[in-house]
């Protein structure tokens, strides 16, 4: 046994323990990034002093690129930690930095029971250098104290990384440097626990861009989201999807509450920062249960270098596998390089859930990129949800989508994205089950984490009876996206087919609480109580649903489906006069759903005339017929045999 002291520092109900980087509140943890519990640690230490905002740097941020600004947001959260809005603890100097002005008591007491220093430090610690690499400088008001960061004295390995370099490794980096050969140098710090981090789910958040050039902006969803391709592909983390963070990249706040919120072990947020042509970007990994920091590193690139965000989100994935081989084992594949305006743009375009807007993006990130394969493979998708619910020609939007979908093929028929493209065409327009069944687990083979497939894949197995698989397929999705509206809704639509209608009716809900604009939530709430019998609430749902359909020019299926309410209720006179409309439309060559056409019928009572729709619908592929096994309103037909020979045509 060692005897060891530990330091403790209290102010008001707060207590700040260096050794442990952990502040609690009346013996609760509070959450505080690295860098904010290092400043506090500054403040702390000489209470009542004035930091200057160069000290602060020093102390904090080492030889790291800083701009003044972030001292100022680190602070800003500090406070917002603190519940301090009336400089009750801390006291802005204007224009020199900042004043301790609480009371602060420091406490020693002995530990008889700390664990001896092994090769790997004391808990999970890298152990002191002889230099003393694991504490700050002797000048700064750290000294003695375990920082965000344990830096070792390691020269970076070429677009890799480097610890503080100590007086032996900067006399190497002149030497080289005088000899002509460029080095770069970036630092990579491992702060806790790497053998075993505990690690089996993880948000990667959109870096934020603290450059003040807006051209950057870019670059921190692409870094995030090469970083979750990275990882996804491991199969050793659960990553939460791209399409499940990017919201989180316009919004300032804690990460670990993103982190609770998408329900994950640990958050893995950034900074990008610019200086001198170069991009410098900081990278930290919390635990979300008691905001305990994991990781951090610091990575730099030549901000005119091609692909920049995929070279440091290669760099950051690489360097997190090595530093964290209990969590990580497998190494980073190479991924395809992309036209980094155009991987924006397609980013954007996967965040949109209608599909007008969608297309717009992967159009304009193909007018960037016309080899971009991620791009094509959008625009088959929107092509293909477009088709679900289109005003278009018969077959004009399946074949635009077929297009789509071949040519992500031609270029790059090895992404998960391209073969759920695929998989969804098959199963949406050309009824080849088997060959979509294919797709789908061929994309989750080559990416566990693309969450659509589990979607797409959960909708072919509810239509073609396998119910509880499909459900299993998409409480995945929920667990990989659980703040999605799309994908509660999701999981909605399988309840609603396997007749389970209040737990559709649950995550129906869920999904319009978490965005109460989305539509498809609102129509399949409707249908849900429908085979409730709440009738009333149903077209309640349904009118506001048309209403939302409306504001964003998309289609609901509104008239039909209320005109099938209506049937239901009674009020054969609404209903009728909307069949004969969509009778009238359909003899003059206009475009209708004739599927919900036969709704109608069969909520008149019709069987044969909703049968006549019916082939209809079965000639023109009409993609509600995909759920013609299992949909509960086909249900008064499933006894009649020209129902029964219909789906033998449709392979169900």
């Given at each position: 046994m060692l005897l060891q002291e530990n330091h403790f520092f209290e102010f008001g109900d707060f207590r700040a323990d260096p050794r442990e980087r952990l502040l609690t509140h009346n013996g609760h943890p509070v959450s505080l990034t690295p860098k904010a519990f290092d400043v506090l640690m500054v403040l702390i230490s000489r209470p009542g002093h004035l930091v200057t905002k160069k000290e602060f740097v020093a102390s904090v941020w080492g030889d790291s690129i800083v701009e003044e600004g972030n001292l100022a947001v680190t602070i800003f959260m500090l406070r917002k930690a603190l519940g301090d809005d009336g400089n009750q603890y801390i006291q802005t100097v204007s224009k020199q930095g900042y004043r301790f002005v609480g009371e602060v008591r420091e406490q020693v007491i002995a530990d008889v029971t700390a664990p001896a220093q092994t090769a790997s430090g004391v808990d999970g610690h890298l152990p002191l250098t002889a230099a003393g690499a694991n504490s700050a400088s002797p000048a700064s008001p750290l000294a003695g104290f375990p920082m965000a960061t344990v830096p070792e004295p390691v020269l970076a390995a070429p677009r890799g990384r480097a610890h503080f370099p100590t007086r032996r490794v900067l006399f190497v980096v002149a030497v080289l440097l005088a000899a002509g050969i460029g080095v770069r140098l970036a630092m990579t710090?491992?702060?806790?626990?790497?053998?075993?981090?505990?690690?089996?789910?993880?948000?990667?958040?959109?870096?934020?861009?603290?450059?003040?050039?807006?051209?950057?902006?870019?670059?921190?969803?692409?870094?995030?989201?090469?970083?979750?391709?990275?990882?996804g592909t491991t199969g050793q983390v659960a990553i939460r999807p791209t399409a499940a963070v990017l919201k989180y990249g316009t919004q300032i706040g804690d990460p670990l509450i993103a982190g609770r919120e998408q329900k994950v072990d640990a958050v893995l947020e950034g900074?990008?920062?610019?200086?001198?042509?170069?991009?410098?970007?900081?990278?930290?990994?919390?635990?979300?249960?008691?905001?305990?920091?994991l990781w951090s590193g610091t990575f730099e690139?030549?901000?005119?270098?091609?692909?920049?965000?995929?070279?440091?989100?290669?760099?950051?994935?690489?360097?997190?596998?090595?530093?964290?081989?209990g969590t990580l084992k497998t190494g980073v594949p190479q991924q395809n390089k992309k036209n980094e305006k155009a991987y924006q743009l397609y980013l954007q375009g996967r965040s949109y859930f209608y599909v007008r807007q969608s297309l717009n993006y992967f159009q304009q990130a193909i007018a960037e990129d016309p080899d971009f394969a991620l791009a094509y493979s959008g625009m088959a998708d929107s092509y293909t949800r477009l088709a679900s619910f289109s005003?278009?020609?018969a077959g004009l939007t399946p074949h635009l989508a077929k297009i789509s979908a071949l040519r992500a093929l031609?270029?790059?028929?090895?992404?998960?994205?391209?073969?759920?493209?695929?998989?969804?065409?098959?199963?949406?327009?050309?009824?080849?089950?088997?060959?979509?069944?294919?797709?789908?687990k061929r994309a989750l083979s080559i990416d566990s984490n693309y969450t659509p497939a589990h979607e797409w894949y959960s909708e072919l197995l509810a239509a073609t009876g396998r119910l509880e698989e499909a459900a299993a397929q998409a409480q995945t999705a929920v667990l990989a996206e659980p703040r999605s509206p799309r994908t509660n809704s999701e999981l909605g639509w399988?309840?609603?087919?396997?007749?389970?209608?209040?737990?559709?009716?649950?995550?129906?809900?869920?999904?319009?609480?978490?965005?109460?604009?989305?539509?498809?939530?609102?129509?399949?709430?409707?249908?849900?109580?429908?085979?409730?019998?709440?009738?009333?609430?149903?077209i309640h749902q349904m009118e506001q649903g048309q209403q939302l359909a409306q504001e964003h020019l998309t289609d609901t299926r509104g008239p039909e489906i209320i005109a099938y309410a209506q049937s239901l209720q009674g009020d054969r006179v609404d209903a009728i006069r909307e069949l004969k409309d969509l009778t009238v439309r359909s003899r003059d060559g206009r475009v209708v759903r004739p599927y919900y056409a036969a709704m109608i019928c069969l909520g008149l009572g019709e069987r044969a005339k909703a049968m006549e729709w019916l082939e209809q619908a079965y000639e023109l592929h009409d993609y509600g017929m995909v759920y013609a096994k299992t949909d509960p309103v086909l249900d008064p037909l499933r006894s009649e045999p020209q129902f029964n020979e219909l789906l033998k045509r449709m392979g169900l």
């Open positions: 710090r491992l702060a806790a626990r790497s053998a075993d981090s505990g690690i089996r789910s993880m948000a990667v958040l959109p870096f934020a861009n603290l450059s003040g050039d807006t051209h950057n902006d870019y670059l921190g969803s692409g870094i995030a989201d090469g970083v979750i391709t990275a990882f900074q990008i920062r610019a200086s001198a042509g170069r991009i410098q970007v900081s990278v930290h990994l919390l635990r979300v249960s008691d905001g305990r920091p690139e030549d901000q005119r270098r091609p692909y920049t965000s995929q070279s440091i989100s290669d760099d950051i994935a690489r360097a997190m596998i090595e530093d964290l081989p005003t278009d020609p031609q270029l790059g028929g090895s992404l998960a994205e391209v073969r759920a493209s695929l998989g969804y065409i098959s199963f949406s327009y050309d009824w080849k089950w088997s060959t979509a069944e294919q797709e789908f399988i309840y609603y087919l396997s007749r389970r209608y209040d737990e559709a009716i649950a995550a129906e809900s869920k999904a319009i609480e978490l965005d109460p604009n989305y539509v498809n939530a609102r129509v399949d709430l409707a249908l849900t109580y429908l085979q409730k019998g709440d009738i009333a609430e149903a």
